[in-house]
């Protein structure tokens, strides 16, 4: 049996029962780890000490009798935005290059109270600015479905190292698509959250009004249960909501039946693969022959929201990594005087990306360009969560593709505007707030994973949830696995 093929659910139920150890599942990991991720490179740091210390805890639980929690003794990544403590947390930057927080974010002190096991941080693009992990200081990660082709991004390394089963599960951010993107690309379930669901406390910000934590898993129940453990209110948040927050497992009942579903329009005109097109509307057939209604809608500002976003996104992201001057924290280049010190060392901390979205953001917000660009970007985004107010108050969810296409071969297209285009199915969800879910759904000619997104009200995840796991109990195109072709 091979163990590091398992689902979160499945593994708890091994270790209750005691057919196996925590340590034993750790050390598969690890050695995995140790063998495949030469390859994938998926893993910045990988923390075994830890993982093993933490394996065994949970063994001595078990021994004694006591109950565990689902996520405990299971092994999983963290994305390196999160801060850990005493652990190297970089963002794939040479700027906090040997950086190590004196506290856990909130995430990881969850994941901790519930006995996960963490493995290490995983590679993402620098300060989560981009869509292909090419933009890491450090190196480019590998899609396990096609090592020549791209895992998504920013959590690329997120997404790698579950699709290559060097994690059971992994958390990554979400700031215009970048958990569901690489959940796409890579075959996962990738879970956006709703704005103010998880604590962004310990979450190195690149723009504070549009990021959120997720999971990326192997199921749809992998990704409530991690929910359950994430989700909830935190009075260091100023954003967090303070709500009751539901058992989502419940949800997961297979059932869709008078459900209304919406295909907005919007989501399928230049620029859609056509065999990504065909897989979300065969999901949406699949669900109509499972008893839900489904209609076409529109949603008619969608065409406005790439720009939106690279104008809210940057801005957010010029004042937010302005701490980043060579005093306080984090890479200081020698220079004759401070003026000089703060350039040098913001030219050699930042890559390409970084400083393009940075200056991008700072003059955005510049003098005389504040309300030509920025205060109207921000009226847009309030048309679009207008948008989808009315939406909601019809449907359920609606569904549309995660990406325009599968993953993009390595190198393929250096123009940042082409690769900002990418975005544009998921962006949207993160201007209004909203949850959305990719779910893998079939493959396409060249033998990669396509993603359906589906999307829903604020607070609406367990809606989601229950469409994700009725496609799921009732399809095979989702249970899908890298083969033995140009990947692992």
């Not at 690489?182 to 669901?197: D, H, I, Q, R, S």
């Not at 935190?234 to 497992?249: G, L, M």
């Not at 195109?477 to 692992?488: E, F, R, V, Y």
Request: one cysteine or more.
């Amino acid at each position: 049996m091979t163990l590091s093929r398992l689902t979160i659910h499945e593994l708890h139920e091994k270790l209750t029962s005691k057919e196996i150890s925590a340590v034993e599942l750790a050390k598969e990991h690890l050695h995995r780890i140790e063998t495949i991720d030469t390859d994938v490179k998926a893993y910045l740091k990988v923390t075994a000490d830890v993982a093993l210390a933490q394996a065994e805890a949970v063994d001595k639980m078990i021994a004694n009798g006591e109950k565990i929690a689902p996520l405990a003794g299971i092994p999983m990544a963290l994305k390196d935005n999160m801060c850990t403590e005493g652990i190297e947390t970089t963002c794939a930057s040479k700027m906090l290059e040997n950086f190590k927080p004196q506290y856990d974010a909130a995430v990881v002190e969850k994941l901790h109270s519930n006995h996960g096991v963490m493995l290490g941080k995983v590679n993402m693009d620098e300060f989560a600015m981009g869509s292909t992990t090419e933009n890491s200081a450090y190196f480019a990660t590998k899609n396990p479905w096609n090592f020549d082709c791209v895992p998504g991004g920013s959590s690329g390394g997120s997404a790698a190292a579950v699709a290559a089963d060097l994690a059971v599960y992994s958390l990554g951010s979400d700031t215009g698509g970048s958990i569901r993107q690489p959940a796409a690309f890579c075959g996962l379930v990738g879970l956006k959250p709703t704005y103010g669901a998880v604590s962004r406390y310990g979450l190195i910000a690149f723009a504070s009004s549009l990021d959120q934590i997720g999971p990326l898993t192997k199921d749809v129940t992998d990704a409530a249960l991690v929910m359950n453990a994430i989700a909830g209110h935190d009075h260091r948040d100023s954003t967090s909501a303070n709500i009751a927050f539901p058992d989502y497992t419940a949800a997961l009942d297979g059932s869709v039946q008078g459900m209304r579903i919406g295909i907005p329009e919007e989501y399928f005109g230049e620029g859609i693969d056509p065999e990504v097109e065909a897989q979300v509307r065969a999901a949406a057939a699949k669900l109509e022959e499972l008893g839900a209604v489904v209609e076409v809608c529109s949603l008619p500002h969608t065409r406005y929201a790439m720009p939106a976003y690279y104008l809210i996104a940057p801005a957010e992201a010029s004042s937010n990594l302005g701490r980043y001057d060579g005093v306080r924290y984090g890479l200081r280049a020698n220079a004759k005087d401070v003026i000089g010190m703060f350039k040098e060392t913001r030219n050699q901390g930042f890559g390409d990306e970084v400083k393009r979205r940075i200056m991008l953001g700072t003059y955005g917000l510049s003098s005389g360009y504040y309300d030509a660009y920025y205060l109207k970007a921000l009226k847009v985004r309030n048309l679009i969560k207008q948008d989808f107010d009315a939406a909601f108050a019809k449907y359920d969810c609606l569904i549309t593709p995660t990406a325009p296409t599968t993953a993009l071969v390595k190198g393929q297209n250096q123009d940042p505007l082409a690769l900002y285009k990418g975005d544009i199915c998921t962006i949207p969800s993160n201007l209004a707030g909203i949850p959305a879910l990719s779910l893998p759904y079939g493959l396409d000619s060249k033998q990669m994973p396509v993603g359906v997104q589906l999307l829903g009200k604020a607070f609406g995840e367990p809606q989601l949830l229950k469409v994700a796991y009725a496609l799921e109990q009732n399809t095979d195109l989702t249970k899908l696995k890298p083969n033995q072709g140009k990947g692992l």
